[in-house]
């Protein structure tokens, strides 16, 4: 395992539902990402944090919503969701900052299978 | 606009065979260069990177990868395919701006 764990593996949702995908990281590391992985396209980069703060949102609609209450934990809030936005949500971290010696590997959870009816 | 390319969707290739996954970048600058190769029903696992230093980089169960400034490469190698090799690689760059891209994924299949 890689040291990164995501809650749930699987969700079914329906359009007017509202849910939350829940991430942990127990590397240490001080920046954690939300990223969508759909089928034939390029993982798309949602949100990331670096020291708690969300230092980049990728034009990710509204009923997306992060929160990061400390380095460890990270969550996606979800809210009238659209069937297009079953995906395979994956969270990761990195260790970021000068003390960095692993080039900003970035350490990847197993992810959230989302399914939106 | 920066990118990652990954040319081939998907690659055969007979176990015990030389196996090579494609990866070229459009990225301004020196970036870093990974890959990393995902199997079913699981998140991306790390296999190695390029930052400095000699071009070919060792990395996990057997795999290489080899810098090629010149041609903006950063190829896949295993010199003997196992069946176990069979997943979904990807390669990223993480450019001096500190973007992270990713191709779009090469699917592997090691023929018994």
């Known amino acids: 395992e890689t040291g990164v764990t995501q809650t749930p593996r699987h969700l079914v949702m329906g359009m007017t539902n509202k849910k939350s995908l829940k991430c942990e990281q127990h590397?240490?590391?001080?920046?954690m990402y939300w990223y969508k992985q759909s089928a034939k396209k390029p993982l798309e980069l949602m949100f990331v944090?670096?020291?708690?703060?969300?230092?980049e949102n990728n034009s990710v609609p509204s009923r997306f919503s992060p929160e990061c209450p400390n380095s460890s934990h990270l969550f996606l809030h979800l809210h009238t969701l659209q069937p297009e936005d079953s995906a395979l949500y994956l969270c990761?971290?990195?260790?970021?900052?000068?003390?960095?010696?692993?080039?900003?590997?970035?350490?990847f959870g197993p992810g959230t299978r989302l399914t939106v009816l | 606009a920066q990118s990652v390319a990954q040319p081939e969707d998907q690659v055969n290739v007979a176990e015990g065979n030389p196996l090579t996954v494609k990866c070229t970048y459009s990225?301004?600058?020196?970036?870093?260069l990974f890959w990393y190769v995902q199997y079913p029903n699981r998140g991306l696992q790390f296999l190695l990177k390029?930052?400095?230093?000699?071009?070919l980089v060792k990395g996990s169960y057997g795999f290489e990868a080899e810098f090629n400034k010149s041609q903006t490469s950063f190829h896949l190698k295993k010199p003997s395919a196992l069946v176990s090799d069979s997943a979904l690689y990807f390669c990223?760059?993480?450019?001096?701006?500190?973007?992270?891209?990713f191709g779009t994924g090469t699917s592997l299949t090691v023929i018994p």
């Open positions: 990761a971290s990195s260790q970021e900052g000068p003390r960095t010696s692993g080039g900003y590997t970035q350490y």
């Open positions: 590397l240490g590391h001080n920046a």
């Open positions: 944090y670096s020291l708690e703060e969300r230092v």
């Open positions: 990225v301004s600058g020196n970036p870093y």
């Open positions: 390029y930052i400095t230093g000699d071009n």
């Open positions: 990223a760059v993480r450019t001096p701006g500190n973007q992270f891209y």
